[in-house]
Nanobody, 121 residues
Framework: QVQLVESGGGLVQAGDSLRLSCAAS????????MGWFRQAPGKEREFVAAISWSGHSTYYVDSVKGRFTISRDNAKNTLYLQMNSLKPEDTAVYYC??????????????WGRGTQVTVSS
């Protein structure tokens, strides 16, 4: 069992940066790959980024590549998403998840409740 809690969301202007955090509790956090997903109003949840259990491998959706960086600190049981050059289309509720580290949400077993990111133009 893994419990996940996101934080760090907020209201920013286009071009600004935010760092999201996901604090994990429970056993064997470091044995899971981790991912970030997001859901905009009226739209389906979509994959954003994933990271392997070791932190050595990462994967991003094309729309955020070069702007977002996913990382993890297993000693602190924490996952991060550094978001730079934010755009209004990045506005969404952001969720962290533990699972297989793929773009498929059905391959993640544990989910946080989300943190709101709003980017104004």
């Amino acid at each position: 069992q893994v419990q996940l809690v996101e934080s760090g969301g907020g209201l920013v202007q286009a071009g600004d940066s935010l760092r999201l955090s996901c604090a994990a509790s429970g056993r064997s956090f470091s044995s899971y790959a981790m991912g970030w997903f997001r859901q905009a109003p009226g739209k389906e949840r979509e994959f954003v980024a994933a990271i392997s259990w070791s932190g050595h491998s990462t994967y991003y959706v094309d729309s955020v590549k070069g702007r977002f960086t996913i990382s993890r600190d297993n000693a602190k049981n924490t996952l991060y998403l550094q978001m730079n050059s934010l755009k209004p289309e990045d506005t969404a509720v952001y969720y962290c998840a533990a699972g297989m580290g793929t773009p498929k949400e059905e391959e993640y077993d544990y989910w946080g409740r989300g943190t709101q990111v709003t980017v104004s133009s």
